[in-house]
Nanobody, 118 residues
Framework: QVQLVESGGGLVQAGGSLRLSCAAS????????MGWFRQAPGKQRELVARITSGGTTNYADSVKGRFTISRDNAKNTVYLHMNSLKPEDTAVYYC????????????WGQGTQVTVSS
């Protein structure tokens, strides 16, 4: 069984920074894409950023230039560095991974709350 465990959420003032981490564990053969989604109250879950095993990244327009996604393939861990945080970034952030374990499927973390105060 594969688990994705997130950490690093919390309360921060506008303009501040946070770093989220997500570690995958279990019987994993390989991990393809890893990413972060978020869901604010009353809104649909949306993609924030994702990164392939080769390091190619994609970002939502709303976070470009402020957030950076990275990963450590040796540790099966993905990070989200969030700078210049805004109140509209407040949401539950979910880690996501497409992986082989042994067949291909998509795993989700339990979510971590990020709250940005104005």
């Amino acid at each position: 069984q594969v688990q994705l465990v997130e950490s690093g959420g919390g309360l921060v003032q506008a303009g501040g920074s946070l770093r989220l981490s997500c570690a995958a564990s279990g019987r994993i053969f390989s991990i393809d894409v890893m990413g972060w989604f978020r869901q604010a109250p009353g809104k649909q879950r949306e993609l924030v950023a994702r990164i392939t095993s080769g390091g190619t990244t994609n970002y939502a327009d709303s976070v470009k230039g402020r957030f950076t996604i990275s990963r450590d393939n040796a540790k099966n861990t993905v990070y989200l560095h969030m700078n210049s945080l805004k109140p509209e970034d407040t949401a539950v952030y979910y880690c996501n991974a497409g992986l082989m374990a042994p067949t291909y499927y998509t795993a989700w973390g339990q979510g971590t709350q990020v709250t940005v105060s104005s």
